[in-house]
């Protein structure tokens, strides 16, 4: 579909769950937050469909986020689900990559085509302290493991606060680079302040250009990552709320005071 802005919207990021398993500091509080209701998250059958009815109206490209996907109870049997959609060119999970080890194999059996997975640093201490709790050893496993399961073209998401020059990303960029993996680098944004940024090595944060349309967990397909305007695919029904959302997408993002990292999912 062309929005009013002439740009063609064919990329859906999808967020099946607010939960996380780490606690990284620019996207949650070390307290966690108030979940959504079980009631109010999209079941897979929901999704399925949200997503099939995406494909007829032209998106081509999936992308599945969270929180963190793969706390999601089953999430192999959704991406099966998914995956038997005629129409998807790009299917993609963006990961923190601690339960790869576990899902990775599965993930890609069930036809998966590609993993975005998040490492800020290779050093032990300060993935510690950025994700409140994570351990790196359980990341490196579970990026080894989806190398071995036959994941191709992986891609590193890198969180820096201003510059790829910075220790912490210039470490992640060698490990990248060592595992012939492509690095993103996403400088800090913060929704409500409206700071946001064009993502270095990748497409994000350049509105001109944006192909993109988001649903939480709880079915609100939104037109911007920094807006707060959102369509229920539960009250006003799937294809309308793509049609709305798409035709209330802004030239440019402005902020956000709903939207989180963890419930719009990046
Ligand atoms: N849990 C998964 C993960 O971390 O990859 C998927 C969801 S996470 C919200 C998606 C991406 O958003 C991650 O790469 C994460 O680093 C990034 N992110 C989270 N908070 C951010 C912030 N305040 N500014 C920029 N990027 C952020
Ligand atoms: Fe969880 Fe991803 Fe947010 Fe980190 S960035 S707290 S891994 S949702």
Not at 128 to 135: D, F, L
Request: hydrophobic share 35%; with cysteine; net charge neutral.
């Amino acid at each position: 579909m062309i929005d009013r802005f002439d740009r063609k919207i064919n990329y859906l990021r999808v967020s099946v769950t607010d939960r996380c398993n780490l606690r990284c500091f620019y996207c949650m509080p070390e307290q966690g937050v108030d979940l959504l209701k079980h009631e109010d998250i999209l079941s897979f059958d929901e999704i399925t469909e949200v997503i099939k009815i995406a494909v007829e109206l032209g998106f081509e490209k999936i992308r599945l986020t969270g929180g963190e996907p793969l706390v999601r109870k089953d999430i192999t049997e959704l991406v099966k689900m998914i995956s038997g959609i005629k129409g998807i060119k790009d299917f993609g999970l963006t990961t923190n990559g601690i339960l790869l080890k576990r899902f990775a194999a599965d993930l890609k059996n069930a036809g998966l085509h590609r993993l975005n997975i998040s490492l800020d640093t290779t050093d032990p201490e300060e993935y510690r302290k950025i994700t409140r709790c994570g351990e790196l050893k359980d990341l490196f496993e579970g990026i080894e493991a989806a190398v071995k399961a036959g994941f191709r073209e992986i891609k590193i998401n890198t969180v820096i606060d201003s510059s790829s020059d910075e220790e912490n990303a210039q470490k992640a960029a060698k490990f990248a680079d060592d595992n012939g993996f492509k690095i993103r680098f996403i400088r800090k944004m913060n929704l409500e302040k409206g700071t946001f940024w064009n993502v270095i090595g990748g497409d994000g944060g350049k509105c001109s250009i944006c192909n993109r349309l988001r649903v939480s967990s709880d079915g609100m397909v939104s037109p911007c990552l920094f807006s707060d305007e959102g369509f229920n695919v539960r009250e006003i029904g799937v294809k309308e709320a793509f049609i709305q959302a798409i035709n209330s997408k802004p030239e440019k993002g402005v902020m956000s005071r709903t939207h989180k990292f963890y419930n719009i999912g990046g």
